[in-house]
């Protein structure tokens, strides 16, 4: 275990858990906090024997936004400043080498809603609150919110959020495609390592591909995306999990991938 001054970094297996840990003020993304958290995904990123990252919360709160109190007095560029350093981390998130599962335990909140959103996908406990409350307070959302949340759950009905401030609950967030399962408070981070562990039993360089693939295709035209879907569908005949994989197959065994 790695504990940083406001995040916790546990392995089991090949499953790392990212825990924000200042619960005393939910959590909230001060500029130290954010810092840990790169850094924690940087030893992720670094770390071979880790094959998929889980990002949850200490105590009620998953992430209960950025800390206000931290940024009440900031000026323009400062703020500015800020908004890209948390822009930069959860870029970061969404774009390392391997798959990142959020574990919404509760408030997902401006920066906590945010930092949900440049997972690879959401598992929220029915306590789970998720919302941009940002306009509440004078601001936009400023990591990555106004861009993520229309791509996940359509224009209409993130801006309809973002104008709000609606707080919605966990079935809500399921109803409009923000997070992808709702489970009992008790039993979140069970059901998030067993989809992170079936995650890991696969081919680790093709689950990766897909995430690459995903990511690119999300961004640029179809025909780009599918050329880029060509490229790392070919790349995968050069691995030794692909030989392997489907070799099992045809033995009627199961694969024993290597990540090779
Ligand atoms: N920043 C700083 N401190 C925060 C905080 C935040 N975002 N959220 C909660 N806290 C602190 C509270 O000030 C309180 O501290 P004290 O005990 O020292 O008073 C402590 O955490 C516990 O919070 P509450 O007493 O408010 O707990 P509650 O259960 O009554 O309410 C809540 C929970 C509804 C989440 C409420 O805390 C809340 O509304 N928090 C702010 C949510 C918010 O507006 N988030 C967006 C921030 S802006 C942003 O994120 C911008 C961006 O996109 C980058």
Known sequence: MVELANVLLEKEGNIAVLTVNRPKALNA????????????????????????????????????????????????????????????????????DK????????????????????CDFRIASDAAKFGQPEVGLGI?????????????????????LCYTADIIDANEALRIGLVNHVVPADE????????????????????RFCKKAINEGMQTDIDRGMTFEAD??????????????????IDKRKPEFKGK
């Open 29 to 96: 993304l001060n500029a130290d906090t954010l810092n840990d958290i790169d850094k924690a995904v940087d030893m992720v990123a670094a770390d071979a024997e880790v094959d998929v990252l889980i990002i949850t919360g200490a105590g009620k709160a998953f992430v209960a936004g950025a800390d206000i109190t931290f940024m009440q007095p900031l000026n323009a560029m400062e703020g500015r400043a800020f908004g890209m350093l948390g822009q930069r981390v959860f870029r970061k998130i969404e774009t390392l």
């Open 99 to 118: 798959p990142v599962i959020a574990a919404v335990n509760g408030f997902a909140l401006g920066g906590g809603c945010e930092l949900a959103m440049c």
């Open 140 to 160: 936009t959302p400023g990591y990555g919110g106004t861009q993520r949340l229309p791509r996940l759950v359509g224009e209409g009905m993130a801006k309809e």
């Open 188 to 207: 979140l981070m069970d059901y998030a390592k067993k989809v992170a562990k079936k995650i890991a039993s696969k081919g680790q360089i093709a689950v």
């Open 232 to 249: 790392l569908f070919g790349l995968c005949f050069a691995t030794e999990d692909q030989k392997e994989g489907m070799k099992a197959f």
